[in-house]
T-cell receptor
Framework: AQTVTQSQPEMSVQEAETVTLSCTYD???????LFWYKQPPSRQMILVIR??????QNATENRFSVNFQKAAKSFSLKISDSQLGDAAMYFC????????????FGTGTSLTVIP | SAVISQKPSRDICQRGTSLTIQCQVD?????MFWYRQQPGQSLTLIAT?????????ESGFVIDKFPISRPNLTFSTLTVSNMSPEDSSIYLC???????????FGQGTRLTVV
């Protein structure tokens, strides 16, 4: 089974600053997708950003961007201009390229934003 | 996209009883997933529910403890049976939308067993 590792249980960032959350994964597949999900205290899992493995270009969504290193199996999330609303648990997730396959989640990183 | 309504949002139950969690989706979906998230931990897949067939359970989860129904393409239920305090968790419903790669989640059910 694929494994997803988030080595940072907790991170903090000053408001308006930049923070990077780390994620590594293990797979023998060539076709897959990677995701960052955000889970605020409301418990609602919200998709932050998605990366297709076949795309070399790093995905970006407004203040959120990833550094996807396929050979190193690394998928970090950069949050720029951090806002108080960014405070949440962030989960890195892996999904095979075949429809219907399950998601594998990392253990999560709890992000605190300091005013 | 998909909007998922999950009920109840929270409950406190006596040990030995059962709780059924409902998951309603605003569109037809092929795959529905049930996850458990124990306090401070990541999501663990319980089972995958396809309409018209038996749910597929992951290692460590059995149908007698977590029976699942999937009567149509927009609805599913998960029952947590004969509950013990160890079942206290957040339970999340998730769907995969056809022609989309991402998963959409319900708001979760926080279950406390006393």
């Amino acid at each position: 089974a694929q494994t997803v590792t988030q080595s940072q249980p907790e991170m903090s960032v000053q408001e308006a600053e930049t923070v990077t959350l780390s994620c590594t994964y293990d797979t023998s597949e060539s076709d897959y997708y990677l995701f960052w999900y955000k889970q605020p205290p409301s418990r609602q899992m919200i998709l932050v950003i998605r990366q297709e493995a076949y795309k070399q270009q790093n995905a970006t969504e407004n203040r959120f961007s990833v550094n996807f290193q396929k050979a190193a199996k690394s998928f970090s999330l950069k949050i720029s201009d951090s806002q108080l609303g960014d405070a949440a648990m962030y989960f890195c997730a892996y999904r095979s390229g075949n429809t219907g396959n399950q998601f594998y989640f990392g253990t999560g990183t709890s992000l605190t934003v300091i005013p | 996209s998909a909007v998922i309504s999950q009920k109840p949002s929270r409950d406190i139950c006596q040990r030995g009883t059962s709780l059924t969690i409902q998951c309603q989706v605003d569109s037809q979906v092929t795959m529905m997933f049930w996850y458990r998230q124990q306090p401070g931990q990541s999501l663990t897949l319980i089972a995958t529910a396809n309409q018209g067939s038996e749910a597929t359970y992951e290692s460590g989860f059995v149908i007698d403890k977590f029976p699942i129904s999937r009567p149509n393409l927009t609805f599913s239920t998960l029952t947590v049976s004969n509950m013990s305090p160890e079942d206290s968790s957040i339970y999340l419903c998730s769907v995969e939308v056809w022609e989309n790669t991402e998963a959409f989640f319900g708001q979760g059910t926080r279950l406390t067993v006393v």
